[in-house]
């Protein structure tokens, strides 16, 4: 596996979050809206406010001039003291790196931050300066281009499009700065003198024309990328940034780096946030990741014939994956899903290369009806159901395997080759392109594969014979532009470089690397596999069905149906590819390493999970300060409703029923808006949009219990921020700790003759449900728990670096003392299991509105435990949350909503009563608490399960 990197440490994100406090820019400032019908994401508006935050700090030196340079020597003596590395000099400060996945949106994020940096300038928060914004390739300008356009149709403060070439000298230029402009270039045609044509049509542009006194605020779209000049071409989007400055200045201007794959030390330390391939994936956006790894079990040589096959299950994937996108259709008609792409990855694109030539003689042999593959398909059925797939969950769904298991030759034909019968292959040449074979089954009317290369007309003329394929005639249609339509019937592109940059689809289902070496794959994979990651289960919606479930009512058969559509499948032909390609996805997930062999409980009872359904609530209460309310009285009047909605974008859905009650307020007739409080800053327009949801938001009901299935899924997602050979280390602990046998199993092994005294002695001493690793303790002893072994982080003054270990004190006082308690009478009458839940990771949780921030929230109890009576088979519900309670308010919140939901209800599953209870755990007791919450806060294990 991949060796640790050690260019792991984001100083610059550690930094804001330690040293600074991160600025509350929502006031005042729209963080949301983008363009008609986009909004920004969490993770992107959380990126802008970490680059606004760091660049507000390093700014504010230049906007107080009674201090000099005091808050940039802060950052860089943090940087020398925490660096080991690498020596962090001044000229090195002033940048900003942003770690972000391919598809994750990086544009609609780079486009907004300088529509604000912009807004800042004119508020006088930061110092004016010209923006540049650099990308590798005319293509990606022009997609800035395009996406700037949706956001001035969208918003008043248009960003003006200039060419670098138009900034001349600041003198001359100094007006437009009162515009918000941004200054485009591609990176690469930065040069300096020496390389720039003396010709006015000449496309370099000499670097340090661009150079002025107060410098730049520089925006680098994956710029640090490129050519063997690179690294002496990032000095000069540097100096020019800098400023004029001496020696021992620091720079006046700032760089910020937006990529998805970082190469150089200083990239990492200088990382202000971090939303890589492995932390957008975790959180449901764009597609699974699954890495076929049979080849890793073997040791066999890599036969042409298994190469073959290899191709041939890719194919049986691919039909899989297709039957899924139909079944799924039939389910529901608004999904927008895209149609399957297959993608064959290959170093050279020739017949020397074995790889190709067996490429088309699979679909050759499909084609012709040469190949066994029912047998094939039923042997791949057998191996995927046990199969480990790395960076995605264990297993594949039953609904996916059997699409596999009952594959015919007919269905590939039909469902990749459009071939009705039998049939041979044929090519069709593009006018005008040399880039692009379209291929054709020869009883088909529309083209299955398309062959992207540098030059295709000579590779028609020298293979297409040695391959068997007839080559028809030129048609003047390309495929590869209209990849994304929804009536390309593309689905297998065949190429090299072509797919690693410079494109983006979110058709991508499957990607084959084929006779790609370590090295080579290591190079491609990275940016091939981010081109498949895009998704859109809904208009606009980039997140997978399950995390959207309740938003759009989604049942639990269509997203089990949605996993071949949600899956990106890595395959490759040999072993070195195999091992390349996770070591490259390591690579990228390298602040993180997957910890493996947690096993879950064999249960014996269903186990029960509420869940919820949306209802019209026109019962919520808004609060508002006196102040507040006179402000936006005053707001309110100063404009004609009509006026109000449209010009101060509030049109969205806002209701006018809205303004209504906001009307009764002002006139003080009765209104569900009410004086509360003494809030002092806000912002009308943010309030009044506040308002609206808090009026108008639907409120979430006890729809019914169902058995627990997917709900509880953390422990498929364990990760450890460790070397790999502690995370070897404790890959083993896990293994061992669950294969111990407890003393009363060994002692039924002694009495069962099954070992002797001897070895039952030595058992005893040796077998152990629990051991201590790196300050973890790794416990399988409590067998009730849901999956085991829990992680336990024994420290407390330093940092926990496996997500989802138990470190909170009163989280571990509470397992302590269950163990201590196991034999209590109660437990007794009862068949019961209980498992830990994480935030956001697992799906449940008590619905509560927060009544400080006015809206909706979850609430997630820190263990649930299930119980079912031996005798009357009646079911208990216990959440409880082990948690200090000097702050009353959010516990008063959620045990509203607790009781709104489960008290007082006639409660059933599976025709049994089943109860509702809720505990907070406080070793202090409820001594200091109100009495509203002295019922339900309990100081000890038995007082709970009385």
């Not at 959180?283 to 290899?310: H, P, R």
């Not at 044929?426 to 006018?431: D, F, S």
């Not at 398309?450 to 394929?469: R, T």
């Amino acid at each position: 596996m991949a060796k640790q990197n050690t260019k792991k440490h984001l100083l610059l994100n550690e930094f804001i979050h330690k040293k600074i406090l991160m600025q509350d820019f929502d006031k005042g400032y729209d963080f949301d809206s983008f363009s008609n019908g986009i909004n920004l994401q969490y993770y992107q508006k959380r990126s802008i406010k970490h680059a606004l935050t760091i660049l507000s700090f390093y700014m504010s030196d230049e906007l107080k001039s009674d201090i000099h340079n005091q808050e940039r020597r802060k950052l860089l003596e943090f940087y020398q003291e925490e660096s080991k590395n690498i020596k962090i000099q001044k000229k090195d400060i002033a940048r900003a790196s942003f770690w972000m996945a391919t598809g994750s949106g990086k544009t609609i994020v780079m486009i907004k931050l300088i529509a604000l940096i912009n807004k800042f300038i004119k508020n006088k928060l930061l110092p004016k300066k010209p923006i540049m914004l650099l990308a590798p390739n005319d293509k990606i300008l022009n997609q800035f281009k395009a996406n700037i356009a949706k956001y001035n149709n969208h918003h008043s403060d248009f960003i003006k499009i200039k060419d670098l070439k138009d900034f001349e000298n600041l003198e001359k230029d100094v007006s437009l700065l009162n515009e918000a402009v941004v200054y485009f270039s591609r990176s690469d045609l930065l040069e300096n003198e020496e390389n720039v044509g003396k010709d006015k049509k000449a496309k370099r542009l000499n670097y340090k024309n661009y150079l002025n006194q107060d410098g730049w605020y520089i925006l680098l779209d994956e710029a640090h990328r490129g050519d063997s000049k690179t690294s002496l071409r990032k000095n000069y989007y540097h100096e020019i940034a800098r400023g004029f400055t001496e020696e021992d200045e620091f720079p006046k201007g700032f760089v910020f780096n937006f990529s998805a794959t970082f190469e150089d030390e200083i990239d990492f330390i200088t990382c202000a946030y971090n939303y890589n391939l492995q932390k957008f994936n975790q959180d449901g956006y764009g597609k699974n990741i699954a890495v076929l790894s049979e080849n890793l079990e073997f040791k066999n040589e890599n036969s042409d014939e298994n190469k073959m096959k290899t191709i041939l299950e890719s194919f049986l994937i691919f039909n899989a994956i297709v039957k899924t996108k139909e079944e799924l259709f039939s389910k529901r008609q608004d999904f927008k899903y895209h149609n399957p792409l297959m993608i064959a990855v290959s170093d050279k694109v020739n017949t020397q290369d074995a790889g190709i030539k067996l490429y088309f003689k699979a679909i050759l042999d499909v084609l012709k009806n040469k190949t066994d593959i029912k047998n094939l398909a039923s042997n791949l059925y057998n191996k995927l159901q046990n199969q480990n797939l790395f960076f995605n969950e264990n297993e594949l769904s039953d609904e996916f395997l059997n699409h596999i298991k009952n594959a015919n030759n007919d269905e590939l034909r039909k469902n990749i080759f459009y071939a009705s019968s039998n049939a041979n292959l044929e090519c069709y040449t593009i006018k005008g392109n040399d880039k692009e074979l379209a291929f054709q089954s020869k009883n088909s009317n529309k083209p299955f594969m398309l062959l992207n290369i540098s030059n295709a007309k000579e590779w028609e003329k020298e293979f297409l014979l040695e391959l068997g394929v007839e080559s028809i005639k030129d048609i003047s249609q390309s495929y590869f532009e209209d990849i994304n339509s929804e009536n390309s019937p593309i689905n297998i592109m065949l190429g090299s470089k072509v797919f690693s940059e410079g494109w983006d689809s979110n058709r991508v289902n499957l990607i084959s690397f084929i006779n790609i070496g370590s090295i080579n794959a290591k190079k491609y994979v990275l940016q091939t596999i981010g081109r498949g990651v895009r998704i859109e289960p809904f208009l606009n919606q980039r997140k997978r069905l399950y995390p959207l479930k309740e938003t759009f009512e989604i049942d639990e058969q269509c997203i089990k149906l949605a996993y071949g559509l949600e899956t990106l499948f890595v395959m490759a032909s040999d072993n070195e590819a195999i091992k390349a390609i996770i070591e490259g996805i390591e690579y990228e997930f390298m602040e993180s390493r997957f910890l493996k062999g947690f096993k879950e409980t064999k249960l014996s009872f269903n186990l029960p999970v509420p869940k919820y359904k949306n209802e019209a609530k026109l019962k919520n209460i808004y609060k508002i300060s006196k102040r507040e309310a006179n402000s936006l009285e005053e707001f309110i009047n100063s404009y004609d409703e009509d006026v109000l909605i449209l010009e101060q974008c509030l049109y969205k859905n806002f209701k006018y029923s809205t303004l209504q009650e906001l009307h009764k307020f002002i006139d003080k007739k009765e209104s569900r808006i009410q004086l509360s409080g003494d809030k002092v800053e806000f912002n009308e327009k943010t309030t009044l949009k506040t308002i609206n949801n808090v009026l108008n938001s639907n409120t979430k009901i006890l729809d019914k219990f169902v058995k627990l299935d997917k709900e509880i899924t953390h422990h498929k997602n364990i990760q450890a921020k460790l070397d790999l050979e502690t995370v070897q280390e404790i890959n083993k602990v896990i293994k061992d700790v669950l294969n111990a046998k407890n003393e009363d199993e060994l002692k039924a092994d002694f009495e069962n003759k099954k070992i002797n005294l001897d070895e039952l002695m030595r058992s005893i001493k040796e077998s152990d449900k629990s051991k201590k690793v790196q300050g973890y303790t790794i416990s399988a002893r409590l067998s009730k728990h849901y999956y085991n072994p829990l992680i336990i982080y024994n420290e407390n003054d330093k940092e926990n670096k496996i997500n989802f270990a138990i470190s909170n004190k009163s989280e571990k006082e509470f397992l302590n003392e269950l163990e201590e308690n196991l034999n209590l009478p109660f437990f007794k009458q009862y068949k019961w299991y209980f498992s830990k839940l994480v935030e956001n990771q697992d799906e449940i949780y008590i619905p509560y509105f927060d009544e400080e921030q006015q809206k909706e929230r979850k609430f997630y109890p820190d263990f649930i435990f299930w119980l079912k009576h031996k005798q009357s088979g009646e079911f208990i519900i216990y959440f409880i949350d082990p948690k200090g309670l000097k702050i009353e308010d959010n516990p008063r919140f959620k045990l509203k909503g607790f009781k709104e939901i489960f008290e007082n209800n006639n409660l059933i599953y599976e025709d049994k009563n089943i109860k509702v209870n809720l505990f907070f755990y406080n070793k202090e007791g409820d001594a200091f608490v109100s009495d509203e919450l002295k019922e339900f806060v309990k100081a000890n294990i038995e007082d709970i399960f009385k």
